[in-house]
């Protein structure tokens, strides 16, 4: 007795300290994940902060000119102005600078697709005629820096703007005026170039170290993960660095991230990646993935290229690129198609690894009660047993006497009664099939319990092709529910369930009949739902049953006459999913 005390309190013991462990990994893990994301949003707004800001000038008037000379005045906030504006059509706006902007600033304007005059206070100081690079791609769009005097309160800032390209074209114009010089390239139309690619690609990073973390937390690491996240971590900052770092950043950090060989070792991390799963289930939806991809890009590439789009253009050169041995382009692309490929195949292991873990933990717990019940059945057996062995001097004494006396028919009504006690001793033995007898055993011993009448049928080789797992989900989970349903009837006299279990034309099949109160409790979708106070539980073992189901390619119906519902399951033996 002592020992079995110091047993459960060094059980409890290890339980606390179990929890307060796995309590500390989720603190550390969510620490460090805020601190990724942290770091992450501290790296890019920085680049939203220059020591020269850029000040948007609203335009005050606009006017269309038209060849006769005639102007007609227009809202330069309107919609008109898009419209208004064909090609080979000339509009004038203008804004008057109400403040001194200091020495050395410089109005900034686009200046593509476009022929561009501008004039301060009625003198004209730059004029140029801009075309669109790459046939028509404003990525590659210029910009005008024009120093202002140092006093330009009240100066009135006029341009003429004649469309040349309406398709490549920034328009309408943008008026910006800066104190950063042309020297410094600090260029705001190439921002969003490398800032939106930059910012997904620091969410897909937080994501990817999410997913570790969260994976580490519940003891299913994908340790794989790390150099996907390291890919990804690198495109978050190599061309934010290679454009603007040296203007936003300070010069030590910038010529350290700074360093070529960034640019190699996110294909390089990839590949480390895809060595690492060379599995045949990430091949299998990598495939799948590549397959979509490549449709959607050629329905893509066919449309640009039905409508003089730039996507056709861009993926032409990209393949001219190829032609000509210059594959730094393709391999930027084909990294960032593997990123966000290998990071959505990520995200659906991880959701499978985490329901697959539930699963074995159910699938655990079903074992561990069928185990408690079969210790507590054999203890019952024992202490039956023990009892009988107690009396076994008496019976002996009563059967001498008996045969002494000559009563053979009273030594035969008392040889029954010992048979039937024996009988009850000994656990009924259904089939060969070890886990399968065990389930049915318990089954019939909490049947026992409840004074339900319980009959059981099982025709199963002991070498059956099913895993003993999904057995135990099946069987166990079918059984569980028919005898909470059988044990609410009254009166008692009317509990009853009937198992069946055998082997028919290639299939397992399951049928398990059980009387109950007449009702059926269902969710918002139709679909049966338990009734027990664990419900949340228990539903997720029927919708197991359901997984086990669809694993065997097999077939599963309910149904119910009167007070008697039945249940029945098929699995295919030998086959799975």
Known sequence: MAEKKQYEKTKKTAEKIAVIRSWRTVAVCTAVF????????????????????????????????????????????????????????TCRFSAVLEKNTGEGSYLLLDSTGAEITVRVDGQ??????????????????????????????????????RLLDPA?????????????????????????????????????????????????????????????????????????????????????????????????????AILLYLLLNVRKHFLRYLGFISLISLILLTAAVLISHTHGGQMSAHL??????????????????????????CAAIAAFDLVRSYAGSRTDAVTLALKSEMAVESCHYTEQQLRQTAAMRHEWKNQIAALHLM???????????????????????????????????????GAAARAEERDISFTAQAAVPADLKIDENDLCVLLYNLLDNALEAASQVQPPEERKITCSVRISQGFFAVRCENTFTGEILTDESGKIRSSKRNSREHGFG????????????????????????????????????
């Open 34 to 89: 805020f601190a990724v994301c942290a770091a992450v949003f501290l790296f890019l707004s920085s680049f939203t902060d220059a020591d020269s800001p850029i000040e948007l000038i609203p335009w005050q008037s606009a006017q269309f000119l038209e060849e006769d000379g005639t102007v007609t005045p227009a809202d330069p906030a309107g919609t008109e102005i898009f419209s208004g504006l064909e090609s080979g059509k």
């Open 124 to 161: 004209e100081v730059f004029h140029t005629v801009s075309v669109p690079p790459y046939g028509g791609e404003t990525a590659g769009s210029g910009q005008i820096h024009v120093p202002l005097p140092a006093d330009t309160a009240g100066c009135t800032v006029e341009t003429e703007y």
């Open 168 to 268: 490549g074209a920034v328009y309408p114009p943008v008026l910006r005026i800066s104190s950063d010089d042309l020297s410094s390239g600090f260029d705001i139309a190439y921002a969003n170039l490398y800032g939106i690619p930059s910012g997904i690609f620091g969410l897909i990073f937080v994501l990817l170290c999410g997913m570790f973390l969260l994976g580490f937390a519940l003891k299913i690491p994908d340790w794989t993960l790390l150099p996907l996240a390291a890919a990804a971590g690198i495109l978050t900052f190599t061309w934010m660095i290679s454009a603007f770092g040296y203007y936003f950043l300070p010069e030590s950090l910038n010529n350290l991230l700074a360093w070529r060989g960034f640019v190699f070792l996110a294909p390089a």
């Open 316 to 341: 032409f050169r990209l393949l001219d690129n190829i032609r000509n041995g210059m594959f730094s382009q393709a391999v930027y692309w084909l990294t960032v198609y593997l990123i966000f490929a």
């Open 403 to 441: 045969q002494r006396q000559g009563d053979l028919t009273q030594i035969g009504r008392y040889l029954d009664e010992l048979d039937e006690r024996l009988r009850h001793l000994s656990p009924k033995n259904y089939t060969d099939h070890f886990v399968i007898n065990c389930i049915l055993q």
């Open 542 to 577: 029927l919708s197991q049953i359901q997984a086990v189901i669809k694993k065997y390619h097999g077939l599963f119906e309910v149904s119910r006459t009167g007070n008697c519902f039945c249940a029945e399951a098929a699995l295919r033996t030998g086959k799975k999913a």
